[in-house]
């Protein structure tokens, strides 16, 4: 998927914070669809499963996943502007490693 391309030229605070909502609003609709299909094999109609979903703890989990995305997304932006093994040697304090311009024959 290629949400959030358009805001990669923005600071990376609006990329992360798109890319944590889309997604939790994903997550939350997956919620929805596997309470709706739980209470099916269990033998309720559509009507009796939308009426005991619990939308508050629903919409709680929705919070505290798009909470937990928004750092994910951040370090991502980060490794994608930085360079991915620049990224690695800030994180894990290794040395980058030069490219050897010679071919290996």
């Known amino acids: 998927m290629h949400l959030g391309k358009e805001l990669e030229s923005k600071p990376i605070i609006y990329s992360a914070l798109y890319k944590a909502i889309v997604y939790g609003l994903l997550v939350f609709a997956f919620h929805i669809v596997e309470e709706i299909v739980e209470r099916l094999i269990h033998g309720k109609d559509i009507a009796g499963a939308f009426r005991e979903i619990r939308l508050e703890d629903l919409l709680a989990r929705s919070v505290i996943i798009i909470l937990t995305f928004i750092p994910f997304f951040g370090f ?29 024959v």
């Not at 502007?81 to 010679?102: C, L, Y």
């Open 76 to 104: 991502r932006e980060l490794g994608r502007i930085m360079g991915k093994d620049k990224f690695r040697a800030m994180v894990f304090g290794t040395a980058v490693a030069k490219s050897d311009p010679s071919p290996i």
